[in-house]
C-alpha cells in the first residue's frame, strides 16, 4: 500500500533522526511514488535521498526536474527549491525508510543472515541447495540468495559485486522474494552492511555468526579490529534465532554477545561435545567428505561432494541454521550431498595431472591460510603456483597479510589485476610483492590477469598446484567507476589447461589419432565381449558427426567381439507421421498398435538396422542385421494392454549372436521381440541391450546417451560421477539423487551387474571417439558402474 510524505516525516521523526524542522512548504498529504538515490530513476512524487561520497547537487536537479516532491539530507541544498527533509545521520534513514517503502518485506519472508570473516558464501549456497530440496518437496518456489557471488530473489537473478547491498535494493530484493511466493531468503552480511545499517530494519529468522579474524582494515572501512568485530556482533541484535561457531576465535565474547540478545541459541562445534549440533569422524573417501553429526534432533552420517576438508566447518554452521529452523533431515543430507558454490573449490588438472589447478574466492588472511594448509595437507611435496591481486582503495590490510601468507607457503606468486577500481594495477601489485620477497619467494607481475594464469599454466614443468584466487566465477573486473565484462578465472584455466595438453601432446583426441595408426598394441582386448547400446539419431543427418561406428571399426581390428543394440524412436516417429498415424505415449511408452508395429519394425528393422549395416561396410566392417525375432533372439511378453505390442523381455537366447559372432561379425540388432503369440512386440532398446549383455556374459555393456553421465544434481554438470560401484548407486536412487528416466536406466545397470556383466558405461556419445577412449582407459564424459 502507498504511503504519504507524512508516513515518512513521522518515521524519521519516532527515530529520531530529523535535525531541522519540517519546511512549511512541503505537502506532506501527498503519496510518495517511489523512494529513490538515483536521479536517473527518478518519476513524480519521488522521495530522493541525497547519499554518498560521490554525491553532486546537479543530482538533486535532476531528481528536481524529473518531478521529486521531496528530498531527505544530512545537509540542505538552498540551491534547489524542493522541500528538505533535514536528517542527522543519513545512513541510519535510508534502511527505515527503504522498509517503509516496501512494506516490511523481511517480516513476509525467512531471512537467513550469515557473518564471518570466511566461509559465508559456501554457507549461503549449502543453505540453499538444502532448502531448494525442501521447497520442492513441497512443490514451493526455489529459495533466494543474496551473497557475494550471486544474486537470486524470485525476480532477478545476476552476478553479484557487492556482498551484502545498500538498503534500497536490499528490500526491493526481499519484496521481490515476496511477491514470487518465496518462503526463504539466505544472505551474507557483511561488517560493513552492519556498522552502516544497511540490515537496518531487516527481520532474520536466523542469524549465524561463523568465525572472526582480521580482515577489512583500512581508513575507509574499519579503523581496527575492535571496529570490525563489535560491527559483525550486531548481527545478534536482528536474529530470531541465533546460532555460534564454538571453535571459533574470541568464542567466549561472540557467545556473550549472542546471549545479550535475548533470542534461542544453537551452537555448533567440531571441537566441543556439549554443543547442540556435534561433528566428529571427519574423513575423506575418495573424492567424498564424510562427517557424523549428532544434533537435539538426529545423530547421521553426511556426505559433502565438494573438496576441501575445511568445508565440514561451513556444512556444520548450515546444518545448525537448519536445525533452528526445524528443516527436515532428510532434506540436510541430500542438499549437502548436491551442493557446489560456483567458483569455490573447483579444481581442475590437465591430462596427465601434472598441473591441478585450484580455482577459489579465498581473499582474505583467513581463507588463504585455511586454502593452504588444506592444499598442503592434500598435495604433499607439490610445487606451490599462486594467481592474485588485491582490490583497489580497500582492504589495505590484505595486501601485506595475502603478500606474507602466499610467500611463506608458494614457490611462485603471480600478482595480476584484481578489481583495481580506481588504483593503478601495477602500483597494487608492487605493494603486495615487496611482502612476497620477504618471505624469499619467486615471483612475478603480469597486470593482465588471463596472461598471468596462462604463464602460471604453461610454466608447470614438474607436478605442481596453481591456486586461482580472489575472483572464483566472476566474470567482471571493476576498472575505474566502472565494472568491465572478463573471463571468469573458471575460463581462462579451462583454456589453457587444454593448451599446455596440445603444447604436450598430452590432448586425448591427439591419443585417438595416434592410436587409430598402431592399433595392434590394443590386442590386451582380443576375445572380450561389448555390447554397446546405439542411439538411432545418428543415422541420417547426424551420421557425419558420429564417430561411434569408427571406433566399432577399430576395437574389431584388435578382436574385440562386438555387438551393436540400437534403437530409433525418432525414425519410428517421422515414418508414422508419413503414415499419417496418430503417435500417442503413455508413461513414456509408445502406445503401439498393429500400425505402429509394423512401423516400428520397418523403421528399426529395415532403415536404421540396415543403414548401421551399410556404414560398417563402408569401414570394411561386415555387420549383419537381425531383429529380437530371428533366431528366437528376444522373446517378450506384452508389458501393459494398455500399451498394445510393447513387450516386457523375458528370454534372450544368445546362439544366433555366439554363431556370428565366431564368424567374426558384428551382430546389429533392432529391438524387435518375439511374443508369444508368434507376433512383433516392440521392447525399449536399453532393455534390450542389457539383456544381451547378461545372456553372452560380456566384459563390458557400454549405453551412449545424450548427457554426460550420471549427475547428483540434474541440473549441474559439474555433479557428474565418473565411477560408482552397485552399493553407491542404490544408495544414489535411494535418496532420491537419481531421478527422472536415469533411474531404470540405472537399475537396469545394476541388474547387468548383479547377472555376470564386468561393468556397465553410461558415455555421453555426442563427445567425439568417446567409446574409443573410454576402452583405452582415456578421460570420457560419463559414468562407469562395477560391481
Given at each position: 500500500?502507498?504511503?504519504?510524505?507524512?508516513?515518512?516525516?513521522?518515521?524519521?521523526?519516532?527515530?529520531?533522526?530529523?535535525?531541522?524542522?519540517?519546511?512549511?512548504?512541503?505537502?506532506?498529504?501527498?503519496?510518495?511514488?517511489?523512494?529513490?538515490?538515483?536521479?536517473?530513476?527518478?518519476?513524480?512524487?519521488?522521495?530522493?535521498?541525497?547519499?554518498?561520497?560521490?554525491?553532486?547537487?546537479?543530482?538533486?536537479?535532476?531528481?528536481?526536474?524529473?518531478?521529486?516532491?521531496?528530498?531527505?539530507?544530512?545537509?540542505?541544498?538552498?540551491?534547489?527549491?524542493?522541500?528538505?527533509?533535514?536528517?542527522?545521520?543519513?545512513?541510519?534513514?535510508?534502511?527505515?525508510?527503504?522498509?517503509?517503502?516496501?512494506?516490511?518485506?523481511?517480516?513476509?519472508?525467512?531471512?537467513?543472515?550469515?557473518?564471518?570473516?570466511?566461509?559465508?558464501?559456501?554457507?549461503?549456497?549449502?543453505?540453499?541447495?538444502?532448502?531448494?530440496?525442501?521447497?520442492?518437496?513441497?512443490?514451493?518456489?526455489?529459495?533466494?540468495?543474496?551473497?557475494?557471488?550471486?544474486?537470486?530473489?524470485?525476480?532477478?537473478?545476476?552476478?553479484?559485486?557487492?556482498?551484502?547491498?545498500?538498503?534500497?535494493?536490499?528490500?526491493?530484493?526481499?519484496?521481490?522474494?515476496?511477491?514470487?511466493?518465496?518462503?526463504?531468503?539466505?544472505?551474507?552480511?557483511?561488517?560493513?552492511?552492519?556498522?552502516?545499517?544497511?540490515?537496518?530494519?531487516?527481520?532474520?529468522?536466523?542469524?549465524?555468526?561463523?568465525?572472526?579474524?582480521?580482515?577489512?582494515?583500512?581508513?575507509?572501512?574499519?579503523?581496527?579490529?575492535?571496529?570490525?568485530?563489535?560491527?559483525?556482533?550486531?548481527?545478534?541484535?536482528?536474529?530470531?534465532?541465533?546460532?555460534?561457531?564454538?571453535?571459533?576465535?574470541?568464542?567466549?565474547?561472540?557467545?556473550?554477545?549472542?546471549?545479550?540478545?535475548?533470542?534461542?541459541?544453537?551452537?555448533?562445534?567440531?571441537?566441543?561435545?556439549?554443543?547442540?549440533?556435534?561433528?566428529?569422524?571427519?574423513?575423506?573417501?575418495?573424492?567424498?567428505?564424510?562427517?557424523?553429526?549428532?544434533?537435539?534432533?538426529?545423530?547421521?552420517?553426511?556426505?559433502?561432494?565438494?573438496?576441501?576438508?575445511?568445508?565440514?566447518?561451513?556444512?556444520?554452521?548450515?546444518?545448525?541454521?537448519?536445525?533452528?529452523?526445524?528443516?527436515?533431515?532428510?532434506?540436510?543430507?541430500?542438499?549437502?550431498?548436491?551442493?557446489?558454490?560456483?567458483?569455490?573449490?573447483?579444481?581442475?588438472?590437465?591430462?596427465?595431472?601434472?598441473?591441478?589447478?585450484?580455482?577459489?574466492?579465498?581473499?582474505?588472511?583467513?581463507?588463504?591460510?585455511?586454502?593452504?594448509?588444506?592444499?598442503?595437507?592434500?598435495?604433499?611435496?607439490?610445487?606451490?603456483?599462486?594467481?592474485?591481486?588485491?582490490?583497489?582503495?580497500?582492504?589495505?590490510?590484505?595486501?601485506?597479510?595475502?603478500?606474507?601468507?602466499?610467500?611463506?607457503?608458494?614457490?611462485?606468486?603471480?600478482?595480476?589485476?584484481?578489481?583495481?577500481?580506481?588504483?593503478?594495477?601495477?602500483?597494487?601489485?608492487?605493494?603486495?610483492?615487496?611482502?612476497?620477497?620477504?618471505?624469499?619467494?619467486?615471483?612475478?607481475?603480469?597486470?593482465?590477469?588471463?596472461?598471468?594464469?596462462?604463464?602460471?599454466?604453461?610454466?608447470?614443468?614438474?607436478?605442481?598446484?596453481?591456486?586461482?584466487?580472489?575472483?572464483?566465477?566472476?566474470?567482471?573486473?571493476?576498472?575505474?567507476?566502472?565494472?568491465?565484462?572478463?573471463?571468469?578465472?573458471?575460463?581462462?584455466?579451462?583454456?589453457?589447461?587444454?593448451?599446455?595438453?596440445?603444447?604436450?601432446?598430452?590432448?586425448?583426441?591427439?591419443?585417438?589419432?595416434?592410436?587409430?595408426?598402431?592399433?595392434?598394441?590394443?590386442?590386451?582386448?582380443?576375445?572380450?565381449?561389448?555390447?554397446?547400446?546405439?542411439?538411432?539419431?545418428?543415422?541420417?543427418?547426424?551420421?557425419?558427426?558420429?564417430?561411434t561406428l569408427q571406433d566399432v571399426a577399430a576395437l574389431r581390428m584388435v578382436?574385440?567381439?562386438?555387438?551393436?543394440?540400437?534403437?530409433?524412436?525418432?525414425?519410428?516417429?517421422?515414418?508414422?507421421?508419413?503414415?499419417?498415424?496418430?503417435?500417442?505415449?503413455?508413461?513414456?511408452?509408445?502406445?503401439?498398435?498393429?500400425?505402429?508395429?509394423?512401423?516400428?519394425?520397418?523403421?528399426?528393422?529395415?532403415?536404421?538396422?540396415?543403414?548401421?549395416?551399410?556404414?560398417?561396410?563402408?569401414?570394411?566392417?561386415?555387420?549383419?542385421?537381425?531383429?529380437?525375432?530371428?533366431?528366437?533372439?528376444?522373446?517378450?511378453?506384452?508389458?501393459?494392454?494398455?500399451?498394445?505390442?510393447?513387450?516386457s523381455i523375458t528370454r534372450v537366447d544368445p546362439r544366433v549372436l555366439t554363431?556370428?559372432?565366431?564368424?567374426?561379425?558384428?551382430?546389429?540388432?533392432?529391438?524387435?521381440?518375439?511374443?508369444?503369440?508368434?507376433?512383433?512386440?516392440?521392447?525399449?532398446?536399453?532393455?534390450?541391450?542389457?539383456?544381451?549383455?547378461?545372456?553372452?556374459?560380456?566384459?563390458?555393456?557400454?549405453?551412449?546417451?545424450?548427457?554426460?553421465?550420471?549427475?547428483?544434481?540434474?541440473?549441474?554438470?559439474?555433479?557428474?560421477?565418473?565411477?560408482?560401484?552397485?552399493?553407491?548407486?542404490?544408495?544414489?536412487?535411494?535418496?532420491?539423487?537419481?531421478?527422472?528416466?536415469?533411474?531404470?536406466?540405472?537399475?537396469?545397470?545394476?541388474?547387468?551387474?548383479?547377472?555376470?556383466?564386468?561393468?556397465?558405461?553410461?558415455?555421453?556419445?555426442?563427445?567425439?571417439?568417446?567409446?574409443?577412449?573410454?576402452?583405452?582407459?582415456?578421460?570420457?564424459?560419463?559414468?562407469?558402474?562395477?560391481?
Amino acid at each position: 500500500m502507498a504511503h504519504i510524505l507524512k508516513d515518512y516525516i513521522a518515521l524519521l521523526d519516532r527515530s529520531g533522526l530529523l535535525a531541522a524542522p519540517i519546511p512549511r512548504e512541503i505537502d506532506q498529504t501527498a503519496p510518495v511514488a517511489l523512494v529513490s538515490y538515483d536521479s536517473r530513476e527518478v518519476v513524480p512524487g519521488t522521495l530522493f535521498l541525497c547519499k554518498g561520497a560521490h554525491f553532486k547537487p546537479e543530482f538533486l536537479e535532476m531528481a528536481q526536474e524529473r518531478g521529486a516532491l521531496a528530498y531527505v539530507s544530512q545537509v540542505p541544498y538552498p540551491q534547489s527549491d524542493l522541500p528538505c527533509l533535514q536528517v542527522h545521520d543519513m545512513r541510519s534513514a535510508i534502511a527505515p525508510l527503504a522498509d517503509l517503502f516496501y512494506g516490511h518485506p523481511s517480516g513476509k519472508l525467512k531471512v537467513i543472515g550469515l557473518t564471518g570473516t570466511k566461509g559465508k558464501s559456501s554457507t549461503a549456497y549449502y543453505l540453499k541447495y538444502i532448502l531448494d530440496e525442501y521447497m520442492a518437496e513441497r512443490e514451493k518456489p526455489e529459495s533466494g540468495i543474496i551473497s557475494s557471488i550471486d544474486t537470486y530473489d524470485g525476480v532477478e537473478r545476476f552476478e553479484s559485486h557487492l556482498t551484502t547491498p545498500e538498503p534500497l535494493e536490499l528490500q526491493r530484493h526481499f519484496a521481490h522474494g515476496v511477491e514470487a511466493g518465496m518462503e526463504y531468503l539466505t544472505m551474507e552480511v557483511s561488517s560493513q552492511a552492519l556498522k552502516y545499517h544497511r540490515t537496518l530494519c531487516t527481520e532474520f529468522a536466523a542469524a549465524c555468526f561463523l568465525n572472526i579474524g582480521l580482515d577489512h582494515i583500512s581508513p575507509i572501512e574499519h579503523p581496527d579490529f575492535e571496529d570490525y568485530f563489535s560491527s559483525k556482533l550486531k548481527i545478534f541484535s536482528q536474529g530470531a534465532v541465533n546460532c555460534v561457531n564454538l571453535d571459533c576465535d574470541y568464542a567466549d565474547r561472540v557467545l556473550e554477545a549472542a546471549r545479550a540478545a535475548g533470542r534461542p541459541l544453537f551452537t555448533f562445534s567440531q571441537k566441543d561435545q556439549e554443543a547442540d549440533v556435534y561433528a566428529s569422524q571427519v574423513r575423506k573417501r575418495g573424492n567424498d567428505i564424510l562427517f557424523r553429526v549428532r544434533t537435539r534432533r538426529y545423530l547421521r552420517e553426511f556426505r559433502l561432494t565438494m573438496p576441501g576438508l575445511f568445508n565440514v566447518e561451513n556444512a556444520l554452521a548450515a546444518i545448525a541454521v537448519c536445525e533452528a529452523l526445524n528443516i527436515p533431515e532428510r532434506c540436510v543430507y541430500v542438499g549437502l550431498m548436491k551442493a557446489r558454490v560456483p567458483g569455490r573449490m573447483e579444481i581442475y588438472s590437465n591430462a596427465d595431472e601434472t598441473v591441478t589447478a585450484i580455482v577459489d574466492y579465498a581473499h582474505n588472511r583467513m581463507s588463504f591460510e585455511t586454502l593452504f594448509r588444506s592444499v598442503q595437507a592434500e598435495y604433499p611435496g607439490r610445487r606451490i603456483v599462486t594467481v592474485f591481486g588485491c582490490p583497489g582503495k580497500k582492504a589495505l590490510d590484505r595486501r601485506k597479510d595475502l603478500g606474507e601468507i602466499s610467500g611463506k607457503y608458494s614457490d611462485l606468486v603471480v600478482l595480476t589485476e584484481e578489481d583495481s577500481g580506481e588504483e593503478d594495477t601495477l602500483d597494487i601489485c608492487r605493494e603486495i610483492a615487496s611482502y612476497v620477497a620477504g618471505q624469499n619467494c619467486e615471483w612475478s607481475i603480469e597486470p593482465n590477469r588471463g596472461e598471468a594464469i596462462r604463464q602460471a599454466v604453461l610454466g608447470c614443468h614438474v607436478p605442481s598446484v596453481l591456486l586461482i584466487t580472489g575472483k572464483g566465477a566472476e566474470t567482471r573486473q571493476k576498472r575505474g567507476n566502472e565494472y568491465v565484462d572478463t573471463p571468469s578465472d573458471v575460463d581462462y584455466v579451462q583454456a589453457f589447461l587444454r593448451e599446455y595438453d596440445v603444447q604436450h601432446g598430452l590432448d586425448g583426441m591427439e591419443k585417438v589419432r595416434n592410436l587409430l595408426s598402431i592399433l595392434p598394441i590394443l590386442n590386451r582386448h582380443e576375445g572380450k565381449t561389448v555390447v554397446v547400446k546405439y542411439g538411432g539419431s545418428a543415422i541420417g543427418a547426424e551420421a557425419a558427426l558420429d564417430t561411434t561406428l569408427q571406433d566399432v571399426a577399430a576395437l574389431r581390428m584388435v578382436g574385440m567381439r562386438v555387438v551393436l543394440v540400437h534403437g530409433g524412436g525418432k525414425h519410428i516417429t517421422a515414418l508414422l507421421d508419413k503414415l499419417q498415424v496418430p503417435t500417442r505415449f503413455e508413461n513414456g511408452y509408445r502406445v503401439t498398435d498393429e500400425a505402429a508395429l509394423e512401423a516400428a519394425e520397418m523403421a528399426l528393422s529395415a532403415q536404421v538396422n540396415k543403414a548401421i549395416v551399410r556404414d560398417l561396410a563402408r569401414l570394411e566392417v561386415s555387420g549383419v542385421g537381425i531383429s529380437g525375432k530371428d533366431g528366437g533372439l528376444i522373446t517378450a511378453v506384452v508389458k501393459d494392454p494398455a500399451l498394445g505390442r510393447v513387450g516386457s523381455i523375458t528370454r534372450v537366447d544368445p546362439r544366433v549372436l555366439t554363431t556370428l559372432l565366431d564368424g567374426d561379425f558384428v551382430p546389429v540388432v533392432s529391438p524387435i521381440a518375439l511374443g508369444e503369440d508368434g507376433d512383433g512386440l516392440n521392447c525399449n532398446a536399453d532393455d534390450a541391450a542389457r539383456a544381451v549383455a547378461e545372456a553372452l556374459g560380456a566384459e563390458s555393456l557400454v549405453f551412449l546417451t545424450d548427457v554426460g553421465g550420471i549427475l547428483i544434481d540434474s541440473h549441474n554438470s559439474k555433479t557428474a560421477v565418473d565411477h560408482m560401484d552397485v552399493k553407491r548407486a542404490e544408495e544414489l536412487i535411494d535418496t532420491g539423487l537419481i531421478a527422472g528416466g536415469m533411474v531404470p536406466k540405472v537399475r537396469g545397470c545394476v541388474h547387468a551387474i548383479r547377472a555376470g556383466v564386468g561393468q556397465v558405461s553410461i558415455l555421453d556419445g555426442r563427445v567425439e571417439h568417446s567409446l574409443l577412449l573410454h576402452m583405452l582407459g582415456q578421460r570420457a564424459s560419463g559414468t562407469t558402474i562395477t560391481g
